[in-house]
């Protein structure tokens, strides 16, 4: 079965981007940025391959979900397919007009259930936090890039999601020199699955 992974940069205190949906504050270059370049550059938008000259690997990703307000600053700066080399898929309560390239879903937790019994790679959870608080019971995999600054205020990981614990299980950390450390959990069923098939 496909896993469902956010993946996503989070400040210090648990917010993905400031209150206005800003991520300026993030680190943009460091040691830690070879993880984003090589191992997760599926999730890379098409202008920084272009811009680096790489074609994007295609063996991680192959469908991203993303919410409205995700899009958005693409979409502001004159990208209408941030992410043509996946699925794109945006979840939105009402009719919006996207590029053909891009779907549109009310109802995200069905559609990414209805993904997951597809044949293909991974799917990736691009944000925002309310959709990840929406599709936190989907949740297989959280990869988040602790950056080294508090913001205070902002936009939460699971937005407003209401408190219904779910655990996950630590699998990896790695701290750079950058301040950054990349925390990889996964769902106990996800842990208990990849132990079975090693």
């Not at 502001?76 to 898929?89: K, M, N, T, V, W």
């Not at 205020?153 to 950058?178: E, Q, V």
Request: proline share 8%.
């Amino acid at each position: 079965m496909r896993e469902l992974s956010y993946y996503v940069a989070v400040s210090l205190d648990g917010f993905i981007a400031d209150p206005g949906g800003g991520f300026d504050a993030f680190l943009i270059e460091g040691d830690h940025s070879s993880v984003l370049f090589e191992e997760y550059a599926d999730a890379l938008p098409a202008h920084a391959h272009a811009a680096m000259g790489i074609e994007p690997p295609r063996t991680r990703f192959d469908t991203v979900i993303m919410g409205w307000n995700t899009l958005a600053p693409a979409l502001e700066a004159g990208i209408d397919s941030p992410y043509p080399h996946l699925r794109q898929i945006v979840a939105s309560r009402r009719a919006r007009e996207v590029a053909p390239a891009i779907s549109l879903t009310a109802d995200p937790l069905a559609t990414v259930r209805s993904l997951k019994e597809e044949d293909g790679l991974g799917i990736w959870l691009c944000g925002g936090g309310e959709l990840a608080g929406t599709l936190l019971p989907e949740i297989d995999r959280l990869i988040l890039k602790r950056h080294p600054v508090a913001f205070g205020r902002g936009i939460p990981l699971f937005g407003n999601a209401p408190y219904a614990p779910r655990p996950f299980d630590l699998i990896r950390t790695r701290a750079f020199g950058s301040g950054v450390v990349v925390e990889e959990y996964a769902s106990p069923a996800i842990v208990s699955a990849d132990r079975m098939s090693h």
